[in-house]
């Protein structure tokens, strides 16, 4: 079983930067393709981005791409979720999310077993 722990939420300015991490435990993880959706009260979740384990391959929703970074480290379990250039409409509550790999990275809930608590973003105007 996999357990996935997010951190780094808070409370900036429109423009301001923040970095999330993810840590995860069990066996699997580090095969994993990992990945972070957002969601707002009354709406479905949506995709942010995704990395998988190997070959260096990310996947971004247009709505961040250019000013968000997904990172991983597996020898620690971890994977990072770099925002830059926030805006309000980025507030959300984060998910860190994790499931096996498939030939692309998923947009799709349905493409991941395995979902963190959320940490909550605000971004003020």
């Known amino acids: 079983q996999v357990q996935l722990v997010e951190s780094g939420g808070g409370l900036v300015q429109a423009g301001d930067s923040l970095a999330l991490s993810c840590a995860g435990s069990?066996?699997?993880?580090?095969?994993?393709?990992m990945g972070w959706f957002r969601q707002v009260p009354g709406k479905e979740r949506e995709f942010v981005a995704g990395?998988?384990?190997?070959?260096?391959?990310?996947g971004y929703a247009d709505s961040v791409k250019g000013r968000f970074a997904i990172s991983r480290d597996n020898a620690r379990n971890t994977v990072y979720l770099i925002m830059n250039s926030l805006k309000p409409e980025d507030t959300a509550v984060y998910y860190c999310?994790?499931?096996?790999?498939?030939?692309?990275?998923?947009?799709?809930?349905?493409?991941?077993?395995?979902w963190g608590k959320g940490t909550q973003v605000t971004v003020s105007s």
């Open positions: 999310v994790s499931g096996p790999e498939d030939w692309d990275i998923s947009t799709s809930v349905r493409g991941y077993m395995y």
């Open positions: 069990g066996r699997t993880f580090s095969s994993y393709t």
């Open positions: 990395i998988k384990w190997s070959g260096g391959v990310t």
